[in-house]
């Protein structure tokens, strides 16, 4: 086996040295350009899945603005109702009639509102409780004007000035919810 080594010439050996750097560096060269492809394109779905994700979320977040406005004007609207209450405009039963013919066209998904917030709007839960907290507030002086109401005192005039600035509370916090959610949308 050596004599047939020691037969083939220097320039043969040159040759056969030349033509394996040549397959390496071309192995090598193919190997780079691979692996640039694969991160360029992995890259590429990176951006486009946080396209996508930042897209969904932007949708949600209008949705959410969209049910807390329809909220807003569900409540607000109840309000204005049990006010003529208080002041001995209607009484209780017109009232609740008139709660239940307007909630039949009203079509507030309060439960995804709060779904909405909790996925995909985190930030905005401390205000959003502090919008529960001044329902919550609302709600008290409702029931106990309805337990006087029930007791045959139909003159809710005490009730009417809490209840008015509880109510006006809850439009600034509502308002401040909406403002923080436009600018969390607006930056999704």
């Keep these: 086996m050596l004599e047939i080594i020691k037969l083939i010439d220097m320039n043969s050996w040159v040759g056969l040295i030349g033509v394996l750097f040549g ?10 350009a691979n692996r640039s492809s694969f991160q360029r394109l992995k890259l590429q ?13 932007r949708e949600k977040l209008e949705e959410l603005y969209v ?5 807003e004007n569900m409540f607000f609207s109840n309000g204005l ?3 003529l209450v208080m002041k001995g405009d209607i009484d209780y039963n017109q009232y609740l009639d008139e709660i239940i013919e307007s909630g039949q066209a009203s079509n507030v998904e ?6 909405i917030i909790n996925i995909y709007a985190r930030e905005l839960c401390t205000l959003y409780k502090d919008v529960l907290k001044c329902r919550d507030k609302i709600n008290k002086i409702v029931g106990a004007h309805k337990q006087d109401y029930m007791h045959g005192n139909i003159n809710g005039e ?5 209840y ?4 006006a509370e809850l439009n600034i916090k509502v308002k401040k ?12």
Excluded: C
């Excluded at 049910?67 to 909220?71: A, E, T, V, Y």
């Excluded at 008015?164 to 109510?167: F, G, P, R, S, V």
């Excluded at 919810?177 to 999704?188: F, I, M, R, S, V």
């Design 23 to 32: 397959a390496m560096l071309g192995l090598s060269g193919v190997i780079f």
């Design 45 to 57: 779905l990176d951006t486009e899945k946080e396209r996508a994700h930042a897209q969904v979320k």
């Design 67 to 71: 049910l807390l406005s329809q909220w």
């Design 81 to 83: 109702k049990l006010t």
């Design 110 to 115: 309060f439960h995804r509102l709060e779904m």
């Design 158 to 162: 005490k009730y009417l000035d809490i």
């Design 164 to 167: 008015l600035k509880a109510h």
């Design 177 to 188: 919810l909406q403002e923080q959610l436009a600018e969390l949308a607006t930056n999704a």
